[in-house]
């Protein structure tokens, strides 16, 4: 009996060796203001681990290029650290893309963090993204960011960054930093963000007769909207939307509660976001079937302003237009978008899309956190505070008197959508002007491009005042999680024309009521 106990408990720790573990119990610090680091005290090895892939950097196109944003991204502050402190030395460690390698390594790097022996000091990670989840799976190293908060492997850096007058961290969007809070601890940075918004022209929308209080309530009242539109014999908004691309989890109201570990939500709700937008699937499938039948061609839309100026790529074009008054979009193409309507001389409206409950919940697309096993603490944040500086949050580059250290990676230079991060820099106020020169930059030298729209779109300046969607409240900040991975598998069939239109609401029901229990058990499991 003995020799059975002792099996059976040998077998529970190793279960939860390879599981999270469950949270531990969580000590508020009082967070007093500590003073940073001396320079005589900078010395001494940093250990960084990071990824090589994130948002729009599939593993395939890293591979090919041989570069990615967040790699660069991490070696301008190396650089640029290397020469102010030579007495510091950078280690960087990527994980492993192929999945083998991956699923080994992570394995033994969490085997390591429960046993606190050879950790990394910082660590530097892209959060999943719709390719991550669906074209390029991969497992990441944390399941779930705002689990791994409460189960000690972060360390709490808050009297540091309460010390740090220099940063003027009142200049960070308060409700996504927040993100990286329990209680008054703090134990992430968040270093970019995303929302989902609504993209369409106010003269469309007048023209409809649609109400603006009613697409800005929640994703149920707008959808609804567009729904009674198509059954006027208006199918342009419902078809056009596009509610399942990106990542349409932060659609629902606030999942869950960590602390608790009490699920907030219930399957109806789940079931009633999933039927709906099926229904406007639908809607989106019948009327390419009508184009694809009378020979009609189906090009594709975007918002990017290379789009925009390429007039003579008949299949692809400018995402709104009579035919297709308005689409679901993210905030790293605002931009653009403020851009194109000023030269067109058209109001473009940047609707936030909040949740059912008309929340607004926005998602941390890259962080950095200290681990707990850091034996230099102060010279860790020291490091990793530069990537909330203005210089590399707006621009990219940092400067000394010998260089600038410019990122010099494709997705900042060329992307006319991107900025230093994916996303949306939390240093949120004051980007938009200096993207936007950027972007001015890059196609002002350029050939190949419809010359009229091209003056009119140099001539165009853009700053805050044009984004009022900036001081849209945020209620939420979420980290996406394996909960994103769970939600996308009920996502796919909407986004197949042919598995929509065979989508009942038993699906729907069944679908919500699984995701709530998966929900659940993700909670327990810690």
């Known amino acids: 009996m003995k020799k059975i106990s002792a099996f059976l408990l040998a077998v529970l720790m190793l279960m939860s060796l390879f599981s999270c573990s469950r949270p531990k119990e969580h000590q508020e610090s009082e967070t007093p203001p500590e003073s940073r680091i001396e320079e005589s005290e900078i ?22 290029n041989h570069f990615s944003s967040p790699r660069d991204n991490i070696a301008n502050i190396l650089f640029y650290f290397r020469e102010i402190y030579p007495d510091v030395k950078i280690d960087i460690e990527y994980l492993p893309t192929k999945q083998e390698e991956r699923e080994f390594y992570i394995k033994n790097r969490r085997i390591s963090m429960m046993s606190g022996k050879e950790v990394p000091d910082i660590y530097l990670m892209p959060t999943l993204s719709i390719a991550g989840i669906s074209y390029y799976p991969m497992e990441p190293l ?13 360390a709490d ?19 996504v930093m927040d993100a990286g809070t329990v209680g008054s601890a703090r134990y992430v940075l968040p270093l970019g963000y995303e929302m989902p918004v609504y993209i369409t022209r106010k003269d469309l929308v007048d023209k409809a007769g649609l109400d603006w209080e009613r697409l800005n309530s929640g994703v149920d009242s707008m959808i609804d909207a567009f729904l009674e539109l198509n059954e006027q014999g208006d199918s342009r908004w419902a078809a ?43 809607i989106t499938a019948a009327e390419w079937k009508k184009r694809q039948d009378t020979g009609e061609g189906i090009s594709g839309r ?22 297709s008054p308005g ?62 500086t203005p210089e590399v949050q707006h621009e990219g580059q940092l400067k000394t008197s ?49 010359q009229k729209r091209k003056e009119a779109i140099l001539q165009v300046t853009i700053d805050d005042n044009d984004l009022p969607i900036l001081d849209a409240p945020i209620d939420n900040a979420r980290f996406t ?27 729907a029901v069944k679908a919500g009521n699984e995701f709530v229990r998966n929900l659940k058990y993700h909670l327990a499991e810690g």
């Open 327 to 388: 689409a679901k979009a993210s905030m790293s193409e605002i931009i653009s978008v403020a851009g194109i309507g000023k030269a067109m001389d058209k109001e473009i409206m940047i609707l936030p899309m909040r949740a059912a409950d008309g929340t607004l919940n926005a998602e941390i697309t890259y962080w950095g956190a200290i681990s707990a096993g850091c034996e230099n603490k102060k010279l860790a944040y020291e490091f990793l505070r530069l990537f909330l």
């Open 157 to 175: 850096i808050s009297s540091l960054y309460n010390g740090d007058t220099e940063l003027h961290t009142e200049e960070l969007n308060k409700p």
């Open 302 to 323: 975007g918002f990017s302003l290379l789009t925009y100026l390429d007039t003579g790529n008949k299949s692809h074009k400018f995402a709104i237009d009579e035919d």
């Open 481 to 507: 999680s394996s909960l994103d991975q769970e939600f996308y598998t009920f996502i796919r069939p909407l986004e197949n024309f042919i598995d929509v239109n065979k989508y009942t609401q038993a699906d």
């Open 142 to 154: 944390f399941k779930d960011v705002a689990q791994t908060m409460r189960n000690g492997w972060f």
């Open 402 to 450: 010998a260089k600038t250290y410019e990122m010099n990676f494709k997705l900042s230079k060329d992307n006319t959508d991107a900025g230093p991060f994916p996303g949306w820099p939390v240093r949120y106020k004051g980007f938009a002007d200096k993207r936007w020169g950027r972007m001015l930059n890059g196609i002002e030298n350029t050939s190949g491009y419809d």
């Open 43 to 64: 010395k001494g090895t940093l250990k960084i681990l990071s990824e090589r892939f994130c948002w729009g950097w599939d593993v395939d196109t890293v591979h090919y």
């Open 240 to 282: 056009n939307a596009f509610f399942t691309d990106n990542l349409p989890l932060s659609l629902l109201p606030n999942l869950c509660d960590y602390d608790t570990e009490e699920a907030l939500i219930e399957g109806k709700q789940v079931e009633e976001l999933l039927s709906d937008f099926a229904e406007c699937t639908k």
